[in-house]
């Protein structure tokens, strides 16, 4: 029986993490993402695990590097510009394909920006944001029970798949309180041995974790091949959407993470109204649930993209669907998010077009 | 007395250039490792830099990092691996440059790891630019007047800027110039490593190295250069010891 507990986000996520095993953390601190770190530093010495409140953040994110090459299962926490100075060890960490997990409780950028909660790090966290070809595996949560049992399976996907792990978060769910289930973990996939840490050669060939594929001329184009193929084995595999009225949907709303939340109120509000409006709330970024947006847009008479940022997410949402339908496009970013009467406004409007020609554009 | 290839290095030919101290220096490292007995419980960790491609020469489980971060990646390391031997093996760009921060934290924590630090005064892989530790006058790529003209600074000697800290168990810095540095340097990486074994926390040997290659002198006039103008800036001796 799951154990009902009442936590602030961002200290929920330190028990999902050493519920999962996680037993060693390193980070720095950051608006709103303080109480991991605190948490951290009394929990994980009760749990046998290692807390570290590094010098950096690019010494945190490296310090993952080492204890996930020791075989430990790790992870380290910020807030939007700290997550921009792990980048480079997280493009290390991919291309050791080293298992780990990164939270990103977004705050409001550019720059400095400000301590308000957003969902402008979407192209970094998604698309990159590191150097090279490679891939994270990005979570979204909206909840604080999706943030706990995300929580516990990311450190499932990281190993099995050898890959970091994103949890983006952002301030409002690391701030807010909400009662959640905590459940004991059990592993959700079938996990590999590690053998590929560094423990010391004893009774075996001495082992190199690399990152650099200078030999031959082609060795980093192969080993980038084999990276590509783990994406593509990844995107088959891992798709985790929410659908909510979507079978009769003719307004087909696009959210992820708390602008997720106030878009499934707007989706109720407008079906009070009898308007055909649905959601679909993607729990998890990359891999992308592109083809539950394709089928979606063969009824749907147009889609509505909302995010807390000034149009990263509707990109992805415009790709899955091939501009087949118009998008409609409401976006705050700097800290701001559209409210549920803003979004409803925006629903009545789109079904009210819906028996115009279907030359109608996406607003962006 | 015969001699043999120590154990912890691997039968390969190296990529370093005629006159280069990171032969002598690897040779150093692999002969106090095989010595304590620890290859099959020591990890080490490659740096950017001239040693990139330590991994193909040492014969012990190595990890490869990005530039200066060598000291944070050991910490990772150790504690999760306490009975196993983390040592960084860094060069001036990637210790003092680039790492610093991560060099600083590391001693003041008094991580239980051993940094081997090869001070050449020089960028060398990337072709003669002007390291922190590049001495006043000197010339190279980026400071073709020589280092002091237009606000470089001077060199950063790190066994004195670590001394100021509680941290560090032991602090030595060394030359590989001669064969009586060549002993002294060796009896400073073996006591590095019992130090971490003897669970003293931070250890660091700087090892003072030519670069003929970048330097644009002769192997010969490298050596003088080590024991005449470097010697002068960095003084060999023991920092601290406890």
Same mark, same amino acid.
């Given at each position: 029986m799951a154990e009902k507990v009442l936590f602030k986000g961002n200290e929920l996520l330190v028990e999902a993490a050493i519920e999962a095993g996680c037993r060693f953390y390193a980070g720095y601190p950051i608006t709103p993402q303080n109480e991991v770190p605190e948490r951290m530093s009394w929990r994980m010495p009760q749990a046998g695990g290692v807390f570290i409140q590094a010098e950096s953040e690019i010494a945190a994110i490296n310090m993952i590097f080492g204890a996930s090459a020791a075989g430990a299962r790790c992870m380290t926490s910020s807030s939007s510009p700290g997550i921009s100075l792990k980048q480079e060890g997280i493009s290390y960490i991919a291309a050791a394909e080293l298992p780990c997990v990164i939270v990103n409780m977004q705050r409001g950028g550019p720059g400095l920006g400000n301590i308000r909660a957003a969902q402008g790090d979407y192209f970094q966290a998604v698309k990159g944001g590191g150097h090279g070809d490679y891939r994270l595996i990005v979570l979204t949560p909206a909840t604080l029970q999706e943030l706990y049992d995300l929580t516990l399976n990311a450190f499932d996907y990281a190993d099995y798949y050898r890959n970091p792990v994103m949890i983006l978060g952002d301030g409002i769910l690391g701030q807010m309180a909400e009662p959640a289930e905590k459940h004991p973990y059990h592993p959700i996939l079938d996990l590999p041995p590690k053998d590929y840490i560094l423990d010391g050669c004893k009774g075996r060939n001495s082992r190199v974790v690399r990152t650099l594929f200078l030999h031959p001329a082609d060795g980093l184009m192969k080993h980038n091949l084999h990276l590509q193929e783990k994406y593509a084995r990844i995107q088959r595999e891992l798709s985790l959407v929410e659908q909510y009225q979507t079978d009769d949907a003719e307004v087909i709303i696009a959210a992820y993470g708390i602008s997720g939340r106030a878009a499934k109120g707007a989706v109720k509000a407008a079906r009070r109204e009898g308007i055909k409006a649905g959601l679909i709330r993607p729990l998890c970024v990359w891999p992308f649930p592109s083809d539950v947006y394709r089928r979606a847009a063969e009824r749907a008479k147009s889609f509505l993209v909302v995010e807390m940022s000034h149009g990263q997410f509707v990109e992805d949402v415009k790709l899955a669907i091939e501009c087949r339908r118009p998008v409609a496009f409401l976006g705050k970013g700097g800290g701001w998010y559209p409210s549920q009467e803003e979004i409803v406004e925006q629903i009545r409007r789109l079904a009210n077009e819906k028996? @115009? $020609?279907?030359?109608a554009r996406g607003k962006r | 007395m015969e001699f043999h290839r120590p154990r912890t290095l691997k039968n390969v030919l190296t990529h370093y250039c005629p006159g280069c101290g990171h032969g002598i220096v690897h040779r150093l490292v692999a002969e106090a490792i095989d010595e304590l007995g620890i290859r099959e419980r020591t990890i080490g960790t490659a740096p950017v830099g001239c040693a990139v491609l330590f991994y193909n020469y040492f014969d012990c489980d190595i990890i490869e990092c990005a530039h200066g971060r060598p000291p944070a990646v050991a910490t990772g390391m150790k504690r999760m691996l306490p009975d196993r031997i983390i040592f960084t093996y860094q060069g001036d760009g990637d210790l003092a440059a680039i790492g610093t921060t991560e060099t600083i934290h590391a001693a003041n924590r008094g991580e239980n790891i051993t940094v081997i630090f090869v001070n050449n005064a020089i960028y060398g892989m990337t072709g003669g630019q002007m390291a922190p530790t590049t001495i006043k006058g000197q010339w190279s790529t980026t400071t $073709? #007047? %020589?280092? &002091? @003209?237009? &606000? #470089? %600074?001077g060199p950063i000697r790190i066994c004195e800027m670590l001394s100021a800290l509680d941290g560090p168990s032991y602090l030595e810095r060394v030359a590989v110039s001669s064969p009586k540095d060549i002993l002294r340097a060796k009896k400073a990486v073996k006591k590095a490593f019992e130090k971490q074994i003897a669970g003293k926390g931070f250890s660091l040997v700087e090892v003072l190295s030519m670069c003929p290659t970048d330097w644009k002198l002769t192997p010969a006039q490298a050596v003088d250069f080590v024991n005449e103008k470097m010697k002068a800036v960095f003084p060999l001796g023991v920092f601290r010891d406890r």
């Open positions: 028996s @115009k $020609p279907s030359t | $073709p #007047e %020589g280092r &002091g @003209k237009h &606000g #470089e %600074g």
